[in-house]
């Protein structure tokens, strides 16, 4: 490691946490939805009591200790602060694997898989499928620096984290990435193919193919209907963040009911439960993600990647034959993850897909969710690749 790795370590002053408690308690609620459901949004009681366990019993101190028993760093990369986790694995053959989350992910969804990823034999695993992790936090996220200009869209995040796992010392890695993730990931295989020996981008960006539309499999019929509704039901969380950042980020930063919901409402339409968010994510789960945008007071920056490379990554997505990846690829298709693509609409854009498995259980977070199956998902397709 180099020089340019700052040690870095998180210490949340008291004081803020006891006015996050003061503006829970101060919170102006509007009155109830007029549906017994969440079609309207989060209900209020739901959304009333998970504040209330914000304020009354959900200690950040814990959470701050398990991050902060992670190797963290800070580093400036292209004139950037970037936060960064950098664990090396106990077993010297071990793979560099980057893991990126997206929005309204955080560095915490990925604790429980950790362990097992870098020190599988500790685990009941095998060495031979051990990595070396390397979690960055995203501008304008956690604790990195927010961008003061336009530009840090996900090429530019890309070209970051190559330098970065250079930095590092690495010369040969597999990339990760979920929501924003999978798309940095992707442009990661496209910028540095020399080095990258493969990448896992959860789910694949991958548009429905029209010449397959008398031939639809089950399943893509299926994928069509979900990505019909969330066109209609679930997307005005991304046109305004796209559009607007800057306005929904003045309620996002100064309320911590707003920012709660906000975020809570894409745990719930986004997880795969059976109408018990807590059965997959648990309320202390939910609410660390949030405290990594409450904190360093992330919710316009982190919003602002939408204006960055929403339209970019859309154009991405429609122009599936002209802008290829040809690094090794291997999917992963969580069944309420959306987009959920077909094999045959993804091998369109990731020309060597060497790994394809379509999940019965989990949804957009899935080292939160399902930590054992995201574990053996990413060991098996390395596997192939190391």
């Known amino acids: 490691m180099t020089e340019e790795m700052t040690p870095y370590r998180i210490d949340v002053p008291e004081a803020e946490l006891v006015e996050l408690r003061r503006r829970l308690a101060a919170t ?4 109830p939805e ?44 292209d004139g950037l602060g970037i936060h960064v986790v950098h664990v090396p694995s106990p077993h010297p053959e071990a793979l560099p694997l980057v893991l990126t989350n997206g929005w309204p992910g ?37 604790f990195s620096d927010k ?27 597999g990339a990760h990435g979920t929501d924003w ?20 981008p959860v789910p694949p960006i991958a548009a429905p193919d029209p010449a397959t539309f008398d031939t639809l499999t089950q399943v893509e ?3 069509l209907a979900a990505l019909r509704d969330a066109q209609d039901r679930e997307s005005g969380y991304s046109a305004e963040q796209a559009t607007k950042p800057q306005t929904i980020g003045y309620a996002l930063v100064d309320s911590p009911a707003a920012l709660c919901g906000w975020i809570a409402e894409k ?77 045959r609409w993804a091998a369109r854009r990731y020309t060597d897909i060497r790994y394809w498995n379509e999940l019965d259980r989990g949804g957009h977070f899935p080292a939160l969710e399902q930590p054992d199956t ?12 190391r």
């Open 221 to 223: 019929r299926e994928s």
């Open 106 to 142: 955080s560095l915490a969804e990925y604790l429980k898989v950790v362990g097992p990823l870098t020190d599988p034999v500790r685990y009941g695993g095998d060495a031979a499928d051990a990595f070396h992790l390397v979690l960055p936090t995203l501008p304008g996220y956690g």
């Open 34 to 77: 007029t549906v017994p459901d969440w079609s309207q949004g989060v209900p209020i009681r739901y959304l009333r009591e998970l504040c209330r366990y914000w304020a009354e019993e959900y200690d950040w101190r814990v959470t701050e200790a398990r991050l902060n028993a992670l190797p963290q760093y800070r580093t400036v990369i």
């Open 267 to 343: 745990y719930w339409s986004w997880t795969d439960h059976d109408g018990d968010l807590t059965t997959v994510v648990s309320m202390d789960e939910l609410l660390d993600a949030v405290m990594l945008y409450w904190l360093p007071a992330t919710g316009a920056s982190a919003a602002r990647l939408y204006w960055e490379s929403f339209e970019q990554v859309a154009e991405w997505f429609r122009s599936a034959t002209t802008d290829t990846v040809t690094v090794p690829t291997g999917c992963s298709v969580f069944p309420r993850d959306v987009p959920r693509p077909s094999r």
């Open 147 to 173: 961008p003061t200009g336009p530009g840090w869209g996900v090429s530019r995040i890309a070209g970051a984290w190559a330098e970065l796992m250079a930095r590092l010392g690495y010369r040969r890695y």
């Open 28 to 31: 102006r609620w509007p009155e």
């Open 181 to 200: 993730g999978n798309s940095i990931t992707t442009a990661v295989g496209q910028q540095d193919p020399e080095h990258v020996v493969g990448i896992h």
């Open 374 to 385: 995201f574990v053996r998902e990413l060991r098996a397709f390395f596997r192939l690749v």
